[in-house]
């Protein structure tokens, strides 16, 4: 979609909005599911970027301290309680700037990846930048999706990270598509941009080919030490607009709530499932910050006359659309068929 239709359907009256974004669900997801996923940050902080946004980084000094990546045997006890607790993702997070083959680092997470595979879950990683090489043994491996987001729009990206570029983040993203992964992406809001920056993000977002499969929204948690640490907390209206224009923009894509639902209530999360969210992450903690308690979430799931959505291991990648081009791995505008050959 371009940011012309974007701009307008989101600036429509509130409940107008709803109705356009619960058409496009309905028409789209025809049960009352939601599905579950547990994150499980597997290697925590001391961080080499400067997101600043980010608990992790090793530029700020906030509450978290830097831990070594997390013995297989720990990761496991976590996999099988998630799925124990009805999770049918299980995602596995890294505070690193990204990975590279034939390291060891890596060979552990695809030890990890390979045991976890094996429970019948969905398993998404996200471990930050990714070459194709990396990208093809994650897949072979057994992950079903990369999570990589681009978290603001391509001008506001420069004002959060200095570290790596919005290119970078896609040529990430267009690696895991060309390996056969599908792509989790999606981005934050309140981090002191504009609405316009949001439906430019999501414009991005909208025109990759294939599009995502699944499309996390977080609404920042604030993160003392950090330089967003006192940014204000992002109104629930202006959140539930967005997984509303994300929904019709991306009408396939599991629309998660993710970070930032500590500070919704529960009539503000009744509205996200409304406008089209079909997807939480679920259980006390998200990576290094708290979620909603695991009860709780499953007593609003219950009120609403939601379900949980069953198991499906083996979720194949979207299919890229044929005529449009493969989501850019550079600014170059690369038309090649194989758009990871040109960078
Ligand atoms: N290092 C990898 C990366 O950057 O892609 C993976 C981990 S990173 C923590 C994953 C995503 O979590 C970020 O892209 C961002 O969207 C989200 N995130 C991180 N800190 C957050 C915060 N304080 N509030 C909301 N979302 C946050
Ligand atoms: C995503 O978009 N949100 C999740 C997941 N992908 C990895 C992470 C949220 C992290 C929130 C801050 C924290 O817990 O440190
Ligand atoms: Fe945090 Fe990921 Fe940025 Fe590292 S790359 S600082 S873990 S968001």
Known sequence: MTFAELHRIYHQPFFNL??????????????????LCTLLSIKTGGCSEDCGYCAQSARYTTSVQAEKLMPKEQVMERALAARASGSTRFCMG?????????TQKFDQVLDIVRDVSKLGMEVCV??????ADEAADLKQAGVTAYNHNVDTSPEHYPNIVSTHTFEDRLRTIRHAQDAGMSVCCGGILGLGETIDDRLKMLEVISNFNPQPESIPINALMPIKGTPMG???VIDAFAFVRMIAVTRIAVPKAKVRLSAGRTNLSKEAQALAYFAGANSIFYGDKLLTTANPRANEDMKLLRELGLAPLEPNPGLEAPESMDGVPLSPCCDHSCEKEKASACC
Do not use: I, M, P
């Not at 996200?126 to 070459?131: I, N, Q, R, S």
């Open 230 to 232: 006192d940014n204000e």
């Open 126 to 131: 996200t471990l930050g930048e990714l070459g």
């Open 18 to 35: 709803l109705k356009q974004a619960r058409a496009v669900h309905d028409e789209h997801w025809t049960d009352n599911s939601v599905q």
């Open 94 to 102: 890294a505070a690193w700037k990204g990975v590279r083959k034939g």
